[in-house]
């Protein structure tokens, strides 16, 4: 969600209303805040706004925003007490009240009641308390179009991401159309030492266009100021021989440490299931034969290059084994694993990985959420 406040505040001289700096006595002014924490409180919410500030009037300005935002998130979100947040911020009593004052007067947060019960909320609650999850359950009312509310998807995911991320951080992000969705609306963090790693291969340059890989990956590095680390390979191999080969290049093997290293893993599922199935399963990365071997194999949707069964399994699946995708093993260990979906589709493949455990945090729209609870997906 994007937010446009702006004030100027202060007496004119001769009483004129005109927006002219040299006709005010201007105290602060705020302008063009993007980015925006959503935290919920008696039934609402609170939005704090606090990055990508387009500075107006220097760097004085937007430290003052950032007071009362950091102000207003200790008194309203984290239910600290006045005089302690002044103990806190070291500042006084008065100075927090005033703050905390500001913070309201100038839309640095926002008050939203919601006196009926959403049903994304029963969503969420069922999907937690199933699969032992943090769930994430986007209100897309009568939206149709898997496109745009794989945008709407990605803004959720894009803002549970910021809110997780930390310096020193390493981050691996798969590619396709929901991870595409979710780089196109990160907002920047300003923070130290953050890796971003592609998680596996490319696909067909051809099918996607030269650049489609890479364009992600450096939204990803720019949002949080990180160096990104590409994995200059296929995403299949046609050999098994081949992937050997090239798991002894040290180019290579720098990115297969760094797996071992991640925090977070940005991706979603794919699946040969719906009206168009997901670019791992199209002629122009796989073979007729892979793709029939596959189905006899009983696969229902891969992650990051690795394929699995309805009951999760990866084992004796003859792609795998020319795969650069993470084995089951190895994507467990990392702490927290973020799966996002817009698409009724994927809700079967998507169920399968929850059953597994491959999810810590799951992103979906209503739909994808009632597929998955019902046992929908193709």
Known sequence: MRCIAGVIRGEARDKTPRL?????N???AVFSFDLQDSFQLYGGEILIERKGAELIMGEQEESQRMRMADVAELYWVRNMKIDVIAKKLGISRSTVSRLLSQAKENHVLEFTIHRERDSSDDLREQLEQRFRVKAVVVGTGNIHDVARRRLLVG???SSLLWNMVKSKFVIGVTWGRTTEAISLQLNGKQLTDVQILQLHGFGNTLSFGENYFTEILERFGTAFDAQVHLFP???IFDSVETRQMMWRESSVKQILS???ALDVIVTSVGTPYGPKSSPLFTHGIL?????QGMAEDGV???VASTFFREDGSTQGIAVNKRSTGLAKNEFLRVPNRIFVGADENKSRALRTVLNSGYVTHLVVDQRTAL???RGDGH
Do not use: C, F, Q
């Open 155 to 157: 803004e959720a995911a």
């Open 287 to 291: 073979s007729e034969k892979d793709i």
């Open 26 to 28: 201007v105290e602060h």
């Open 371 to 373: 597929g998955i609870l």
């Open 258 to 260: 760094l797996r071992k």
């Open 300 to 302: 229902v949707g891969d």
């Open 233 to 235: 390979v296929p995403a």
């Open 20 to 24: 002219s700096l040299t006709s005010y």
